[in-house]
């Protein structure tokens, strides 16, 4: 969420509170309900005020919508961002991102459900910055770039890092969604196994 209204007006500290707070209760409805069961009636309920005071910082449901998604994309962002900066050497940085991924939506299940719904109008482009998503350019650039950079280093094989990295993204999307849908699955040796096959895939083969 931004400092600031739809006007450009600075947010008060108290007007910041409220509207994280009527965020955090569309999280909620929308992880346990979907998005066509979301109203605005319930994202009131959720957050514990009226209608009329979801309004009053939100024009629309759909601004509610779009304010959580944002949130949602921004908080995977810094925090997996964050653990590939951390890492040494465009390897280490792959594995961050995949381990960083499986981490941060474990802890925050129901960030993955908002995500998966696709909160915002597909003509707008945002639901490509959710995981699944067939055409998520932003994302699969990222991998792509840490993959450019291994091959540029010598410690990847030739490959198309485009290809590679969707089929990555791919791996991974099912590793979660398998989760999601079964918690008893092994989320820790899944994301083992799919690192190890990562690697397996773009290691430089050094013959004997």
């Known amino acids: 969420m931004g400092s600031a209204d739809g006007s450009g007006r600075a947010l008060t500290f108290t007007e910041e509170a409220r509207r994280r707070q009527i965020v955090d209760g569309t999280i ?88 998966v719904e696709g909160l915002v109008d597909d003509r707008r482009g945002a639901r490509e910055l959710a995981p699944g998503a067939p055409a998520a350019a932003g994302r699969w650039q990222a991998v792509a770039g840490m993959l450019a950079e291994g091959q540029d280093a010598g410690a990847f094989r030739p490959f198309d890092t485009r290809v590679l990295a969707v089929v990555i993204g791919g791996a991974l999307d099912a590793v979660v969604a398998e989760w999601l849908g079964d918690p008893a699955f092994d989320l820790d040796a ?13 290691r430089t083969v050094v013959s004997g």
């Not at 449901?61 to 994309?73: I, L």
């Not at 964050?82 to 390897?91: I, K, L, Q, T």
């Open 28 to 115: 909620a409805l929308v992880a346990e309900r979907g998005h066509a069961g979301t109203s605005l009636s319930g994202i009131a309920a959720r957050a514990g005020i009226s209608k009329a005071a979801v309004l009053y910082h939100f024009a629309t449901k759909d601004a509610v919508v779009e304010a959580t998604f944002a949130h949602v994309v921004e908080g995977f962002v810094a925090a997996v961002g964050a653990e590939v900066d951390a890492a040494d050497g465009p390897e280490a940085m792959l594995l961050a991102y995949l381990h960083g991924t499986v981490g941060h939506l474990r802890r925050h299940p129901e960030h993955m459900r908002v995500l």
């Open 190 to 202: 899944a994301t083992e196994e799919l690192s190890a096959s990562v690697l397996r895939m773009i």
